[in-house]
């Protein structure tokens, strides 16, 4: 029975953590366990700040199993948990899962989608979200785009904002994108953070975490702090999230001298950056490669070879997602959390 | 650690993964004539994984195998013929004729055979890695087990072990989403068997088996992981079997068309092929020189397997014992 | 030289002396040493009857404590024994043979055989069988038969501290994977063992006792009753030969026709439950190839088809004494005497 009011899409990766750099890298689990936990607090977020409904899909791996049996217990009763509706999908235990999922909520018009994983989970339901906002959360591997967030304040803005208690122009964020085309294989993919040139012939295992791999670097935007191949323009030559250019990088492993970057959890590579500069947006930037792979946010996705002539060109015009700290901080300003004391479990209403 | 590879170990890569095909496919034409005694299990659709893990390892490396250790032991360069005429349950076998199918071993290559209890190779291999490290080599041994096997008490018990023990021990297993006529979504009960090995002390990952080179360099990581005294680890392939169970499996429990689609859409020598002439690394001549003498091969063995002569009653009683008493 | 010393020091000196003699040789089992992981002593138990203390400081990385994982370190076992090592691994009690049965069953006592005569598995499974500490019904079998049922094995059940030595060394020499099966009431037997290394050869039955009138065929701890009963049996009249099968794979077929032959009255005494038991098979063995000299039938002293009992009123009961033996050798006396 469809309850009125904002739906809030939420996916979970169930394969995200599981990749080649459990082995190359010393990146950690992030089992359904906890990834079952982060929704249910995005849930009890959810409750408290009136959204009545969630869609959210199956799973394989007993996350989706978990919520709905912690859905019908007295800690969700007493939160006031928003009604779950399962979305029962085929699924193929691919990122098609992800895809098709985020489609189907922008069909069933979700005011915004939760979405728990890496930068490849956050691409893949970027590519399907039109306008509708991402609440980003990460869980994977690689986590340039999404911010490390606990998910009670995430969920606590995302309500916030699903329900019209904060405007659009503070709570939300245009995102930048790059667009890799391909014209020879009929290829335009997107990517959130980085694509990354590698000299490697076949995408493989995915993964890329050796600076020797890696030939150059075009990014969105480059933060001091991430982990990822973004790193290397984060540490060299930084663009905010909000600045209205990107910034590409260049690598040589003959190099003397190299730039110490954590290229994925506990690993920290040198890698000899010998020319860097701006992404101009609008420009069809070609690569300094004639054959090799290209990776999008962290995992090679297109072979190319000598016939190909890829371009990156950088899009302001991204992804939209959610602000949560604006959100937050607007909230505390204007007391949006504040309810009389009976009705404190009650979901917070509009002012 | 670069997984770039030359023209030769491309070549030889695909040379290994279509003789292991070519095998397969033509004992499943074999088989039905009635002349080939006992049980097969047929490795073909799983090529890749075989091709992309011996591709890093020596004779010296052990590796040890299940009922369906055809790939695993072409891979490991056990004689084609002497597999063949085995099979046929011929004298000049690689066992004599005294194993079959299931019991195919070369000890001089590593191989520690082929096994008709699944799952029972996990404990062998954690013992020759255990040899390895009491002789101070730096072997690996590196154990091929199912979906189906990933439920034995073995395979846990050896898992658990290599960890405490740290042992250069490399677990791969192949899930090929069914254990006989069980589906492996059923069976594993965290689905992803990778996920296991948080449990057991040592990292695990899910690799698309249908792609040579994802197995190639994830087997890579784990080999020069164990190698360097680092311990276990457990690489699960995502791969298909085209054939059933057994030979004479009907394969009821699959989907209609889901070997057809498989063999269309993801075949992993098909892929390699793409891959390889798009990328102007080999050409197609090549690769079709590699497939005619790779038919030769199989026409020669079978040929000569069919004629060879039989065990004698003799050799019923022989080699029980080493010595007797 | 020989001076007296038990059972259990006799196994703990083949295992350190031949430890020393080669390098291939290393032990793996659970608490061998005991200790591991523990903020105590190391070495804490050597066994948990104490037989392998003292070798995890004698022999540094070759006394391997292993997680309790039958399967896991048995099989371990089996896997280096293909690489050219010579492991000595320990089943703490017979009865848990269940837990890793595949691993000996199917791959060690195997191998040989299927890959065609090019494999060797100089694998050495000991292991503690027997009934009468009130250890009841999982931890007191003898599973004898068990094991000599499998081709490609060979089972050894030492008597004496002298045997325990000997065949212990020679088991470690053999190519072949020997089950040795060291009986928990003979750990403390005292007996002459000389100082050297030397060997006990396999499939050679040990004769105690030479005698005209019946053949009295067993192996381990029965061995002693048996020798008890024959004593008893002396002062009666009835002379007694005594054999110590020693081996029961390769099982010493020529000594026990020989003495039937000569004797042409059998009784055969097994610790292990009847049924399929040596017992059955010896008996067998002599009606098919013996009959002719059969002066009258043979006798089995068995424990009952039953568990091992817990209670020592039932235990001493459930083990054969001497007076069983001797109820057996007057019986077959008398029924041959008639039938003479």
Redesign the interface.
Known sequence: MRQPGPIIGIIANPASGRDLRRLTANAGLYSSTDKASAIQRLLAAFGATGIAQVLLPTDMTGIAAAVLKASTGPMAREQRWPALQMLDLPLTQTVADTRLAARQMVEQGVAMIAVLGGDGTHKAVAAEAGDTPLLTLSTGTNNAFPELREATSAGLAGGLLASGQIPAAIGLRRNKRLLVRVPQQQLCEWALVEVAVSPQRFVGARALSRSEDLAEVFACFAEPHAIGLSAICGLWCPVSRQAEQGAWVRLDTSATQVLLAPLAPGLLQGCGVTASGPLQPGVAYPLSLRSGTLALDGEREIEFAEQDTPTITLDLHGPLSVDVEAVLAHAARHHLLVVPRDQRHTPATLR | MSTQLSSEQLLHAYEVMRTIRAFEERLHVEFATGEIPGFVHLYAGEEASAAGVMAHLRDSDCIASNHRGHGHCIAKGVDVYGMMAEIYGKKTGVCGGKGGSMHIADLSKGMLGANGIVGAGAPLVAGSALAAKLKGRDDVSVVFFGDGASNEGAVFEAMNMASVMNLACIFVAENNGYAEATASKWSVACDHIADRAAGFGMPGVTIDGYDFFAVHEAAGAAVERARSGQGPSLIEVKLTRYYGHFEGDAQTYRAPDEVKNLRETRDCLLQFRNKTTRAGLLSAAQLDAIDGRVDDLIEDAVRRAKADPKPQPADLLSDVYVSYP | MARKISYQQAINEALAQEMRRDSTV?I?GEDVAGGAGAPGEQDAWGGVLGVTKGLYHQFP??V?D??L?????????????????R?VCELMFVDFAGCCL??IL??AA???????????TPLVMRTMVGAGLRAAAQHSQMLTSLWTHI??L?VVCPSSPYDAKGLLIQAIR???PVIFCEHKLLYSMQGDVPEELYTV???EANYLRDGDDITLVTYGRMVHLAMEAANNLARQGIDCEVLDLR?TS?LDEDSILESVEKTGRLVVIDEANPRCSLATDISALVAQKAFAALKGPIEMVTAPHTPVPFSDALEDLYIPDAAKIEAAVRKVMDASRSAA
């Open positions: 290393f793996i990385g070759r391997l292993a997680p994982s039958e399967i896991g370190y048995v099989g371990a076992a089996v896997g280096a024994a293909t690489q050219g090592l492991p595949d691993q199917n791959q195997k191998f040989r055989y299927m890959f065609g005569g090019k494999a060797v081709p490609g060979k053999d190519n072949d050869p396999f499939g081996t390769p």
